[in-house]
């Protein structure tokens, strides 16, 4: 493999003018740029990340610790922020708590000894000591979907409080009046704040949350057919169950068939956290979407200006309600039939004229129907 003494000895130049190209020094002469560049590009020579690292005190790289790497939100959020990462300059390790704080604690540290630039964290039961430590270390660091009250650092989320409330406003107008909650942990600020739309959503038209309405679930599909089956024993069951999660929702609708019973006729179904299988149940599931890679985009942004000496702004986006067809809802209307393309008429050969000794065409006599007339094409309603 290539060496900076290779690139030199290629280019004519010295070992420092190199460095001092690599380094993009304005010292360096047009001329002597272009035939290092050259000669770097000809010998296929990479230059040492880690030596870079300790002259400029920067590896370019990002650490990310989310919550659970299975779960389709944080998968896509993880993509959103190494597809932005990249396009500034910067390379993403990304490690998994899978909601637990002892690993996210082992993930900050691993990341923190490798010499990142910064860390961006979705943090799982409430922070953990090591990355709390960091936090309060100054080590730049952004917040993103969850945060912990109290620590000084930038947050990227998405407020579903309104979102919520749209979901409440739509089962009401359904006519359910019955609604029950799969939440999730209540160590996290996503898992109280869920609950607590809920309840203030339901409070606005009336409508009572009832302690065994409120299922504790963990953000896992096992919690999600836990608590449902637990709904599901009631003598009263709800008419609906909004589950805080999208993989909650699936473990909930897991037990509704274990049952024998149908979403949404015997009970409905809706989710905090849109994914891309909803549209594809049957059937597909009314969901609250986050904007979830522009939450990404926007935390690596607010990452890199802390790296770089600017202040890092938090940031909050807006949730929407996606309706489909989980609790209740009308099918669809069928779209209109579009009337036939008219095709081009057929050349008639022309009618012979009759000659002198034919009698002359005569007209219909008033004792035969008349040619029949197309009607218009009438759309469908239905």
Known sequence: MAGIKDVAAEAGVSVATVSRVLNDHASVSAAARERVLAAVEALGYRPNAVARSLRTHQTRTLGLVISD?????????????EEEARALGYSVIIGNADERP???????????????????VSPTDGGSPRMLEAARAGTPMV??????????????????????RDLVAHLYGLGHRRLAIIAG??????????????????????????????????????????????????????????????LMALGALDAVRAHGLRVPEDIGLAAFDDIPWFVHTDPPVTAIAQPTGDLGRAAVRALVDRIEGRPGESVTLPARLVVRRSCGEPAPRSPAPHPPTPRSPTPRSPVPRPSASEPPLSEPSAS???????????????
Not at 102 to 120: E, F, K, N, S
Not at 145 to 163: M, N, Q, T, Y
């Open 69 to 81: 790497v299975m779960n389709p939100y944080f998968t896509e959020l993880a993509r959103s922020v």
């Open 368 to 382: 035969e129907p008349p040619a029949p007339t197309q009607s218009p094409v009438q759309r469908s309603t239905s």
């Open 102 to 120: 002892d690993l996210q604690d082992h993930h900050v540290t691993t990341l923190l000894d490798r010499r990142i630039d910064g860390l961006l």
């Open 143 to 164: 917040f993103v979907d969850r945060w912990i009250p109290g620590v000084d650092v930038p947050v990227v989320r998405s407020d579903g409080r309104s979102a919520v």
């Open 185 to 246: 942990p209540a160590a996290t600020t996503t898992g109280r704040e869920r609950v607590d739309a809920f309840r203030e959503a339901l409070g606005a038209y009336g409508l009572p949350l009832p302690a065994a309405y409120i299922g504790q679930g963990d953000f896992q599909a096992d919690s999600g057919r836990r608590v449902t089956e637990g709904f599901l024993g009631l003598a009263e069951p709800p008419e609906v169950v909004f589950a805080a999660d999208n």
